[in-house]
């Protein structure tokens, strides 16, 4: 009768550690969903359009919380911690094919007019004036939006965007405008490969 009792004791212990092990993993693997949903987000970079920032294959992490985190499914988004910033690096849904997340730096904003001129950029007609990760690259004009001579206007909630490596970069200057609503977060750190490992700025 006791060595009855010891085996279903046992089973009873056991059982209850695969319940605890299981409610752990369960919930490793919630919290992990809600950070990669609302917090930060791993992607890879698939192109050179945005070198020397990143070489094709890095590794970065992106942070989805300092903008506001879009709710799935809805067009509701989390407070955020800032608004967007001239010269940030930004991660968000291609207007052309909306399966597709483009990294490219954040160049304008609504009601500002943008014009690539011998290089540069000119916003609301004057020669942007910083940040240095803007003024650093020589900018070539591209039809339809960044051609010379042409300005062109931001629209409401809408962004405007080009690569650092502008002599290979599908952005703004081909399909125009970012809507807010596309936006994912702000590329914050490079922690693949090993040797490339830094912050971004």
Same mark, same amino acid.
């Given at each position: 009768?006791? =060595?009855h009792i010891s085996k279903h004791a046992a089973k009873q212990?056991?059982?209850?550690? !695969? %319940?605890?092990?299981?409610?752990?993993?369960i919930i490793a693997v919630i919290l992990a969903l809600l950070?990669?949903?609302f917090v930060v987000q791993a992607f890879k970079i698939p192109s050179g359009s945005m070198i020397p920032t990143f070489e094709i294959g890095d590794r970065i992490f992106v942070n989805?919380?300092?903008?506001?985190? =879009?709710?799935?499914?809805t067009n509701i988004r989390l407070p955020?911690?800032?608004?967007? !910033? %001239?010269?940030?690096?930004?991660?968000?849904r291609s207007p052309e094919t909306p399966k597709k997340d483009f990294v490219k730096r954040l160049i304008a904003f609504e009601g500002e007019t943008v014009e690539i001129k011998e290089g540069n950029?000119?916003?609301n007609g004057k020669a942007v004036d910083g940040p240095a990760s803007v003024r650093s690259v020589y900018y070539y004009n591209v039809e339809p939006y960044g051609k010379e001579g042409y300005p062109v206007k931001v629209p409401k909630d809408a962004y405007f965007a080009l690569g650092d490596n502008s002599a290979n970069s599908r952005d703004s200057r081909y399909w125009g405008f970012i809507p807010k609503k596309n936006l994912i977060g702000?590329?914050?750190?490079?922690?693949?490969?090993?040797?490339?490992?830094k912050a971004i700025k």
């Open positions: 009768m006791k =060595k212990v056991v059982k209850g550690q !695969i %319940r605890e092990w299981a409610e752990s993993i950070i990669r949903e989805k919380f300092i903008y506001g985190a =879009k709710i799935p499914f955020q911690l800032r608004d967007p !910033i %001239r010269g940030d690096i930004i991660v968000f950029i000119y916003i702000k590329a914050i750190f490079i922690y693949w490969p090993i040797t490339r490992m």
